[in-house]
Structure formats: C-alpha cells, structure tokens
C-alpha cells in the first residue's frame, strides 16, 4: 500500500473512532463517505480492516 493510501486509511479510521457512539453505525459510513468522497462500501471495506489490495464488487 502507498503510503498516502495509508494515510487517508488512518484518517478515515480516525474519524469513524469519534463517530462511534454518536449515531448508528449505518450513519457513519454515509457521514465518512460524503466527507471523504468515497463510497459507503468503501468505507466499509477500510474500516473492516481486511486486505487493503482487494478492491469491493
């Protein structure tokens, strides 16, 4: 992985820990994806933790 894709990742990662707790968790993936400018599959996909080399369908 590129060390800017890490970046973003742990940005992105970042910003769900303050969400959490705050509003369903369905809602922080829509709330991640409209400010990162990625889908909310994606943001699925990041914050699963899985590979980051396998891309969603």
């Known amino acids: 992985m ?3 894709t890490a970046k973003r990742y742990a940005k992105i990662r970042q ?3 303050e969400l ?3 509003m369903p968790v369905m809602k922080i993936y ?3 994806a409209d400010r990162f ?3 909310d599959e ?3 996909h ?4 899985k590979n ?3 891309h969603p369908p």
């Open 2 to 4: 590129r060390p800017t």
């Open 30 to 32: 829509l709330e991640l």
């Open 52 to 54: 980051a080399k396998k």
């Open 20 to 22: 959490y707790g705050k």
């Open 15 to 17: 910003a769900a820990a």
């Open 42 to 44: 994606w943001i699925r």
């Open 46 to 49: 990041i914050l699963s933790g």
């Open 37 to 39: 400018d990625l889908s």
